[in-house]
């Protein structure tokens, strides 16, 4: 099951990241927002990230205007490392190296597309379990 968390700014991205997720018989929670009225991201992108670090959900995706709001607010719930990703590459990285749990993109410059990429490489790309990646992630799990 995938938590997934927007606000306004990264409703319409989050719809399409939803559709692309029914097309590969991915579950999700939503847990907002629901609509484009002005609304604030750490309510949803805590929500969502909460799921994760609690273990109702295995991975999430969080999504606002740039992404940067919305993963920092994702970063303060014990537990969890959200990593901004604007490409590919970045998603793999992220999980390979830092066993990154939560993605977070910015809907106002993600295009569709190149979304479902991100989504698709964060999600099926697993942590490389390097003896260097894990240390390296403990030493920021307080």
């Not at 409703?11 to 399409?16: N, P």
């Not at 949803?44 to 995706?61: L, M, N, P, S, W």
């Not at 106002?108 to 790309?125: C, H, M, Q, R, S």
Request: hydrophobic share 35%.
């Amino acid at each position: 099951m995938i938590a997934l968390g927007s606000d306004h700014g990264g409703y319409d991205l989050k719809v399409q990241v939803m559709k692309h997720l029914e097309e590969r018989g991915i579950e999700y929670k939503d847990f907002g927002c629901f609509d484009k009225s002005s609304c604030d991201y750490p309510e949803f992108g805590q929500a969502a990230a909460r799921a994760v670090a609690e273990g109702t959900c295995e991975k999430g995706i969080v999504i606002c205007t740039t992404g940067i709001g919305i993963s920092i607010a994702a970063n303060k719930i014990k537990g969890v490392r959200c990593a901004l990703c604007t490409d590919a590459y970045l998603a793999k990285m992220t999980r390979l190296h830092n066993d990154a749990n939560i993605l977070a993109m910015g809907g106002g410059f993600t295009g569709p597309n190149l979304a479902v990429e991100i989504v698709d490489t964060f999600l099926d790309t697993e942590f490389s379990q390097g003896e260097n990646h894990k240390r390296r992630i403990s030493k920021i799990e307080p």
